[in-house]
Nanobody, 124 residues
């Protein structure tokens, strides 16, 4: 069982930066693709970014491309989401998820383990 814990969320002003962390415990996700998703109030959960097991491949959704970056430290069993130039529309609960595969796609159905989420609120 892979257990995921997100951290790093908070309340920031538009234009600010935040770095979210997702750390695994139990059976770690070192050999799994990991993704970040978010859910804004009243909206469906959407894919934000994903990274393959070794960090060699990343996928970033168009709405945050150029502002967000995903990376991982396999030794620390942690995946990061660096968020720059935050906008009010980036507000939501951010979840990390671990895939059963080495790659990380954009479909939530491809992820088996989910964290509890961390709130990001961007004030304009």
């Amino acid at each position: 069982q892979v257990q995921l814990v997100e951290s790093g969320g908070g309340l920031v002003e538009a234009g600010s930066s935040l770095t979210l962390s997702c750390t695994s415990s139990g059976r770690t996700f070192s050999n799994n693709g990991v993704g970040w998703f978010r859910q804004a109030p009243g909206k469906e959960r959407e894919f934000v970014a994903g990274i393959s097991w070794n960090g060699g491949d990343t996928l970033i959704t168009d709405s945050v491309k150029g502002r967000f970056a995903i990376s991982r430290d396999r030794n620390k069993h942690t995946v990061f989401l660096q968020m720059n130039s935050l906008k009010s529309e980036d507000t939501g609960v951010y979840y990390c998820a671990a895939s059963l595969r080495a790659s990380a796609g954009s479909a939530s159905s491809g992820y088996r383990y989910w964290g509890q989420g961390t709130q990001v609120t961007v004030s304009s």
